[in-house]
C-alpha cells in the first residue's frame, strides 16, 4: 500500500476538502496513489451523508497537477497473463480514470475545483469534471492539454469536456496542438469560471460549494444543454470544422501522426454522443494510440529523454555546479548575436567581441530588434540589453568565466583568437567552440589545457532552435562538460553529448539526408517528387529546399575543406556534381534568390526553379515514392548506426534528441534508434544490405549493426546500462 496522496478534510459545513499532496514528489502527477485516493473520496462523497460537497486543491507550490506519470507508465510491455491485448489493458486502465472522473460529476453533490497553479494533461481533465473551477490570477499559469505533443490524446475525458465548454472548434485548437492557455484566456473561453488572487482560490472555492448545494450537474447532463456552435454532420459549422481541421492537421504531420486522426475522431464521433459513451469512446481511441509503439517512442524520446537531458543525465557526476556568470562571446555574426541574445535573457553579462566595434554593436542590435518584434517591456528589454557589452578589446574579456567563439569556419582565425582570449583570461578558463565542422581536438590545441576546451554547437536561429550538440574532444575534462551543461540548463535549452568526429553527430546524419536528395536529382528523379517524399515521411522540408536554405555555397565550401583535409582519402559524395553545377550557374540558394526553388522578386511563393530539368534531366522510369523514402530514410539511419558504432554517440536518448531537435528528423518515430528498434535490427540490416547493393556502399551497415541483429537486441535494450 503507497502512502496517501489525497488527503481528507471535512470542516463543519459539511465541504470536504481533498488536498492533493503526491508524497515524494515536488509536482503532483497521476498515478495510482491519486486514482486510489481520488475513488475513496468519490465514494465517501456518494454515500457520507455528512459531507455535502468538496473542493479539490493541492498542497503543492508547484501547481495542482502536472498530468499523468508518463514515466510510471509502461508503454513498451507486452500482454498480460490474463490473456488480454495490450489495447485491452490500456482500455481497461483508461476506463477506470475515466468511469471515476465521470462518477465524481455526477456523484449528487457540489465539486469545485481549487487551481493554484499549473493544471496540466489529466491534471485540466480532473479539474474539468468539476462543477465549478475557479484559478489564481498569476497570467505564469498554464492550462491545456498537451498529450498530443508526445504521441498522445487526453483519455480522462479531455476530449469531450472541453468541446463541450467551448466548441467544437477553439477545442480542437487546443487538443491537436497542445496550446496551453492562461487563467485569463480560461476565463474567457468558459473552461474556469473565476479568476481570483493567488490567497482566495481555496476560499472562493469553498464558498461556491456552500453557496450552491443543487448545482451538482454538469451543464452537459441537463436536458436543456445545447453544444456551443452546435454539433452534427447535418451542422453546417460543425461540417466545415472538420473538413478545414483534418485538411489542416494532414498538410502538417502528413498523416504520420496516430494520435492526431484519434483526436478528430474522438471529437467528431464523442461530441455526437450522450457523456457516458463518450468517455468510453475516447478511452478505445486512447488505446489503440497507446498500445502502438509510436506513441511509446514519441513519448521516451519527446518527454522522458529530453527533461532527463535537461536535467543532468549526462553531466559528470561529482564536478559542482558552475553557472556561468559572465560569457566572452567571440564572433558577434550570425550565430554570436544569436548566443548573446539568449545569454543575456537567461541573466548571464555578455562580452560580445568583433574586429569591428560596428560588428560588435550590429550583433548587439539583433538582441534590440528580436526583443522589439516579441513587443517585449521596454524596461524588461533594457535589462537584457544592459547585460550584453560590445566590444574590440580583448582585456574586457576579463572576469569571463566561459568563452564561446563563433568566429569564421577557419582554423587560422579560430586558434588565433583562441590564444589571444588565453592570453587575458587564462587556460584555467572554460572554452567552447561553436564550429560546424572543424574537429574539437584538433581546434583545442591552440588553448594550453585541452582538458578546458569543449565544442558547444547551436543550431540557428540560436533563439528558436531547442538543441545544443556538446562535444567532447580527446582531452575534453569533465569540468568542461560539467560547464557547458550547466550553461546549457541556464539558457533552457535541450543538450546532447557526442564524442569528436567530422560533422560530429547532427552535421554528419543531416548531411546525408541532404546529399541522397542531391543523389536522387542526379539520378534523373523529379524533384517534385524528392520533395513531396521527403515531407511524407515526416521531414520537415525536403532536401532541396533544406540545400537551399543553409546555402549551397557553404556545402560546397564545406566539401573543399574536407577535400583539402583527407587528401587521397577523400571520397566524393553522392550529389556533388549537382553543387558544382549549381555554383556555375551561380545559384546560391535563398540567400542570392536562386537555388533549387526560384523565389520570386513579387514575394509571391517561391516554387522549384522550373529549368532544373534541363541541368538534371528526367529519368524515362521514375521510382516508386516507397523506394525513394527508403533511400532517405535508411541513409540517415546507417549514418546515426555508424556514429553509434563509432562511439560519436554513447547513448540512443543522444541520438534520438539530437536528430529531432537538431535537423527536424520525423518525431513520430521517436527518432532513428527508436526507428530501427521498432523496426527490427535484422529488418534494418536486410534493407541496408539491399540498398548497398543497388545504390552503393554508403548503404553498407556497421559491423556493430549486424552483431546487434544477429544477436536480436536493440539499441535501447542495450544502451539503457549506460544512461542514468
Ligand atoms: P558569420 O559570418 O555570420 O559571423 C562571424 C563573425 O565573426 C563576424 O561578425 C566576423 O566579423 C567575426 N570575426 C571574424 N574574425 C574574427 C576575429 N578574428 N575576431 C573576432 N571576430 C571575428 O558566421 P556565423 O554563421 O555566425 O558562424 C560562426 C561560426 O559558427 C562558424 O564557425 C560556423 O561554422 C558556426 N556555425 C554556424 C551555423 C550557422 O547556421 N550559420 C550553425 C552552427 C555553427
Redesign the pocket.
Known amino acids: 500500500m503507497t502512502e496517501q496522496a489525497i488527503r481528507q478534510d471535512l470542516d463543519a459545513d459539511g465541504i470536504l476538502t481533498l488536498t492533493i499532496d503526491c508524497p515524494g514528489l515536488s509536482m503532483n502527477v497521476i498515478n495510482e496513489a491519486v486514482t486510489r485516493d481520488l475513488a475513496a473520496a468519490v465514494e465517501r462523497l456518494k454515500t457520507d451523508p455528512a459531507v455535502k460537497g468538496a473542493v479539490l486543491a493541492s498542497a503543492k507550490s508547484s501547481g495542482f497537477v502536472a498530468g499523468a506519470d508518463l514515466k510510471g507508465m509502461n508503454f513498451s510491455a507486452a500482454a498480460g497473463g490474463d490473456g488480454k491485448s495490450r489495447e485491452a489493458q490500456i482500455y481497461d486502465a483508461v476506463c477506470g480514470l475515466n468511469l471515476l472522473l465521470r462518477s465524481l460529476e455526477t456523484c449528487g453533490k457540489p465539486v469545485a475545483a481549487a487551481v493554484n497553479g499549473l493544471a496540466l494533461g489529466g491534471g485540466l481533465e480532473i479539474v474539468l469534471a468539476c462543477h465549478y473551477r475557479v484559478v489564481a490570477d498569476n497570467p505564469k499559469i498554464t492550462l491545456g492539454l498537451p498529450e498530443v505533443l508526445v504521441g498522445l490524446l487526453p483519455g480522462a475525458g479531455g476530449t469531450q469536456r472541453l468541446p463541450r465548454l467551448m466548441g467544437v472548434q477553439p477545442a480542437l485548437m487546443f487538443l491537436l496542438q497542445g496550446k496551453n492557455m492562461s487563467p485569463q484566456e480560461a476565463l474567457g473561453l468558459g473552461v474556469v469560471q473565476a479568476v481570483v488572487p493567488a490567497g482566495e482560490v481555496l476560499e472562493t472555492a469553498r464558498a461556491w460549494v456552500k453557496a450552491n448545494p443543487g448545482k451538482h450537474v454538469q451543464p452537459w447532463d441537463e436536458k436543456t444543454f445545447r453544444f456551443p456552435g452546435g454539433v452534427g454532420h447535418m451542422n453546417p459549422a460543425f461540417a466545415q470544422t472538420f473538413m478545414g481541421a483534418t485538411a489542416m492537421a494532414h498538410r502538417q504531420t502528413m498523416g504520420n501522426m496516430n494520435q492526431i486522426k484519434a483526436i478528430l475522431s474522438a471529437v467528431y464521433e464523442g461530441s455526437q454522443l450522450p457523456m457516458d459513451r463518450a468517455t468510453r469512446l475516447e478511452a478505445k481511441y486512447f488505446a489503440k494510440v497507446a498500445a502502438d509503439p509510436q506513441a511509446g517512442n514519441m513519448i521516451r524520446t519527446l518527454f522522458v529523454s529530453k527533461q532527463a537531458a535537461e536535467k543532468g543525465a549526462r553531466r559528470p557526476q561529482g564536478v559542482p555546479a558552475s553557472p556561468t556568470k559572465k560569457l566572452g562571446m ?7 548575436a544569436g548566443i548573446a541574445m539568449v545569454s543575456a535573457q537567461a541573466g548571464i553579462e555578455v562580452v560580445l ?3 569591428s566595434m560596428e ?1 560588435a554593436e550590429k550583433g548587439k542590435a539583433y538582441t534590440a530588434d528580436r526583443l522589439k518584434k516579441k513587443r517585449m517591456d521596454e524596461t524588461k528589454a533594457a535589462a537584457i540589453l544592459d547585460r550584453i557589452k560590445p566590444t574590440t578589446d580583448y582585456a574586457d574579456l576579463a572576469g569571463c568565466d566561459l568563452i564561446i567563439e ?4 577557419s582554423r587560422e ?1 579560430k586558434a ?2 583562441t590564444k589571444k582570449t588565453e592570453a587575458v583570461v587564462g587556460a584555467d578558463t572554460i572554452f567552447g567552440s ?4 572543424l574537429p574539437i581536438t584538433g581546434l583545442a590545441e591552440a588553448w594550453t589545457k585541452p582538458d578546458n576546451f569543449i565544442g558547444i ?4 536561429p540560436v533563439e528558436k532552435m531547442p538543441l545544443v550538440e556538446i562535444i567532447v574532444g580527446k582531452k575534453t575534462g569533465p569540468q568542461a562538460i560539467a560547464k557547458a551543461l550547466d550553461y546549457v540548463a541556464q539558457i533552457r535549452k535541450t543538450p546532447i553529448v557526442v564524442n569528436d568526429s567530422r560533422g560530429f553527430y547532427t552535421s554528419r546524419c543531416f548531411g546525408t539526408f541532404v546529399q541522397e536528395g542531391l543523389a536522387l536529382l542526379e539520378e534523373g528523379v523529379a524533384p517534385a517528387a524528392i520533395e513531396n517524399v521527403a515531407r511524407q515521411m515526416g521531414m520537415p522540408v525536403g532536401p532541396l529546399a533544406v540545400n537551399d536554405e543553409v546555402g549551397l555555397d557553404l556545402g560546397y565550401k564545406v566539401a573543399q575543406q574536407t577535400k583539402k583535409d583527407l587528401g587521397d582519402a577523400y571520397k566524393p559524395g553522392p550529389g556533388e556534381k549537382v553543387i558544382e553545377t549549381m555554383m556555375d550557374l551561380g545559384r546560391y540558394g535563398r540567400k542570392n534568390g536562386k537555388g533549387f526553388y526560384a523565389y520570386p522578386q513579387d514575394g509571391s511563393q517561391k516554387h522549384l526553379w522550373p529549368e532544373l530539368s534541363a541541368h538534371f534531366p528526367l529519368a524515362t522510369n521514375q521510382p516508386d515514392p516507397a523506394a525513394l523514402k527508403e533511400r532517405l530514410l535508411y541513409r540517415q539511419l546507417v549514418e546515426c548506426a555508424r556514429c553509434f558504432a563509432e562511439g560519436v554517440l554513447e547513448t540512443p536518448q543522444d541520438g534520438d534528441l539530437g536528430a529531432i531537435f537538431g535537423w527536424g528528423f520525423a518525431p513520430h518515430t521517436g527518432g532513428p534508434f527508436s526507428a530501427m528498434d521498432t523496426a527490427g535490427l535484422a529488418h534494418v540490416v536486410e534493407t541496408l544490405d539491399r540498398l548497398a547493393s543497388g545504390h552503393g556502399e554508403r548503404f553498407l551497415p556497421p559491423q556493430m549493426l549486424r552483431d546487434m541483429a544477429a544477436r536480436g537486441e536493440t539499441f535501447y535494450g542495450n544502451a539503457a546500462r549506460k544512461v542514468a
Open positions: 567571440l564572433g558577434a555574426g550570425l550565430m554570436g567581441l568583433d574586429t560588428a563563433a568566429v569564421f569556419e582565425i588565433d583568437v561553436n564550429t560546424s565542422t554547437h547551436f543550431f540557428s
